[in-house]
């Protein structure tokens, strides 16, 4: 660990694939998590862009029109409790050869303007065990009445509450050894 908290590897990563253009009035971040369940698993899980329903819980409702694609769009509804009830978005990028899904928020009743997030998914050993690095990083225009400070710790919880369901979900799979991808289950 170096004196910020990341690893050499984490900080390569993110170097590597997590790298937004921040101008003013602008907030990014980066958050890491750690999941006891094989890279395969977590991936086939991070990938569904048609289907993010099934480690998101704030969204209750995903419809993408067409072909999985490079700019496809996804209509996602998102669950009471939030101060937005959709959202409309643009996959920008799957690689699933270097596991990396990116996302832009191009609509939807909601203050995140000019979002855009990047996820990626790293092999790992944790306690001898095969395990999965996840990276999730964000860039947003900080909304009127608000601080960046207020902008990032939002984004950051919601994608932190995002990424323990998808550590959840994942090591429940893994612990019923469901190795599988979870497109075929």
């Not at 698993?41 to 993408?64: A, E, G, T």
């Not at 072909?67 to 996804?74: F, H, K």
């Not at 790293?122 to 909304?143: A, C, K, M, Q």
Request: charged share 30%.
């Amino acid at each position: 660990m170096n004196a910020n908290g990341y690893s050499v590897m984490e900080k390569e990563y993110i170097r590597k694939h997590h790298i937004h253009e921040v101008k003013e009035n602008r907030c990014s971040s980066f958050l890491v998590k750690h999941i006891r369940a094989p890279v395969h698993l977590v991936w086939s899980l991070v990938r569904r862009f048609d289907q993010p329903q099934k480690y998101k819980p704030f969204i209750s409702r995903c419809i993408v029109q067409g072909d999985l694609e490079i700019g496809s769009l996804r209509e996602v509804d998102v669950k009471s409790g939030l101060p937005a009830t959709t959202s409309t978005e643009r996959l920008e990028l799957l690689d699933d050869e270097e596991h990396i899904l990116s996302v832009r928020i191009v609509g939807g009743d909601h203050r995140l303007r000019n979002y855009s997030s990047i996820i990626s998914v790293h092999p790992e050993v944790i306690d001898g065990r095969p395990g999965t690095l996840v990276i999730e990083s964000f860039v947003v225009d900080v909304p009127e009445g608000n601080t960046k400070d207020e902008t990032c710790y939002f984004v950051e919880a919601l994608i932190k509450c995002n990424l323990k369901s998808l550590a959840d979900v994942s090591e429940r799979l893994a612990v019923q050894d469901r190795t599988e991808p979870i497109d075929q289950v």
